[in-house]
């Protein structure tokens, strides 16, 4: 009797379904939502969406690895899911914030891993009385210096120059700028 071993290719498409399933049966009554959200290598729009911010090349190639499945969260509930059933099935999650990484450690992982792009949170909310702001970890730079222009004429916020790089990247202490 000839046992066969299961692949690296059927493993990883096994632990894609069963993850996409747990992230549905959690959002039993908003499937159509949580299904618009991912994006697994099977579908047309996934190498599109991992590349969409990839600066760095050498990232960008056929051997790099690539994430089990892209999610661009819509609601926090489909952060806290994806968290829950990454743990549940053993899959490292990378966030991505919007902007570029030229390091690779949002979108590149020795073991498996899903994408969680934080594209589609990207408000920017200003109240300039009280001199504060909520800002959405989706948010780039260009953003909210535009915003901050439009609303503020006393406010500036201490990022960079490249207006394409996630606001998040700055808030966790990445990056450079003029005020410093």
């Not at 899911?81 to 902007?99: A, E, N, W, Y």
């Not at 594209?119 to 730079?141: F, T, Y």
Request: hydrophobic content about 35%; overall charge neutral; aromatic content about 8%.
């Amino acid at each position: 009797m000839l046992i066969r071993q299961p692949t690296q290719q059927s493993m990883c498409h096994a632990k894609t379904e069963e993850f996409v399933c747990c992230l549905s049966s959690l959002h039993p009554q908003d499937s159509s939502s949580i299904s618009s959200v991912i994006y697994s290598p099977d579908d047309s729009s996934y190498s599109s969406v991992l590349g969409s911010t990839i600066r760095n090349f050498r990232f960008a190639t056929q051997t790099t690895p690539k994430p089990l499945v892209i999610l661009t969260p819509s609601s926090v509930s489909h952060i806290q899911s994806t968290i829950h059933c990454s743990r549940k099935h053993g899959l490292q999650i990378r966030v991505r914030s919007g902007g570029h990484d030229f390091e690779g450690s949002s979108f590149v992982s020795p073991v498996p891993f899903l994408l969680v792009d934080m594209v589609s949170l990207r408000s920017i909310d200003i109240d300039v009385v009280n001199k504060v702001a909520w800002i959405q970890s989706g948010a780039i730079l260009g953003e909210l210096y535009y915003r901050l222009a439009d609303e503020a004429d006393t406010l500036a916020f201490p990022g960079g120059l490249c207006p394409t790089v996630g606001v998040r990247g700055y808030m966790s202490g990445g990056g450079y700028g003029l005020l410093f």
